[in-house]
Nanobody, 121 residues
Framework: VQLQASGGGLVQAGGSLRLSCAASGRTFSRYNMAWFRQAPGKEREFVAAISWTRSTYYGDSVKGRFTISRDNAKNMGYLQMNSLKPEDTAVYYC????????????????WGQGTLVTVSS
C-alpha cells in the first residue's frame, strides 16, 4: 500500500490542524494505521494508531488532544490535533501494516513521506 500524508503547516499554540493520509494500492480497510512524529534531533515517536476494526490507541503526550480516525470508503486516515503545543512541532508520518498494531516504528511496513507541523508559541 502507498501512503501520502498531508495537512501540515504553521499554527499558533492552542490551535488545531487535521492531518490526512491517503492510501492506495491495496485494500486499505484491512490495514492497521498509525501516526508517528519526529522532531529535530529526536527519535521517531508513536502518536496514535487505529486498527482495521477501529480500535484506537494514543501516546501519553497526545491523549485527550488528538483523535485518530479513518474513512475506509475513501481510503483515508486522519489525525485531528487540538490544543497544539510547541512541543508538538515535528514531521508527522502515517504508517500502515496488515497484521501488526504496536506503538513501535518497526511494527509498520508501509510509510508515507511525512508532513511538517510547526506550532509557534
Amino acid at each position: 500500500v502507498q501512503l501520502q500524508a498531508s495537512g501540515g503547516g504553521l499554527v499558533q499554540a492552542g490551535g488545531s490542524l487535521r492531518l490526512s493520509c491517503a492510501a492506495s494500492g491495496r485494500t486499505f480497510s484491512r490495514y492497521n494505521m498509525a501516526w508517528f512524529r519526529q522532531a529535530p534531533g529526536k527519535e521517531r515517536e508513536f502518536v496514535a494508531a487505529i486498527s482495521w476494526t477501529r480500535s484506537t490507541y494514543y501516546g501519553d503526550s497526545v491523549k485527550g488532544r488528538f483523535t485518530i480516525s479513518r474513512d475506509n470508503a475513501k481510503n483515508m486516515g486522519y489525525l485531528q490535533m487540538n490544543s497544539l503545543k510547541p512541543e508538538d512541532t515535528a514531521v508527522y508520518y502515517c504508517a500502515a501494516d496488515e497484521y501488526r498494531l504496536r506503538p513501535e516504528v518497526n511494527a509498520y511496513d508501509y510509510w508515507g513521506q511525512g508532513t511538517l507541523v510547526t506550532v509557534s508559541s
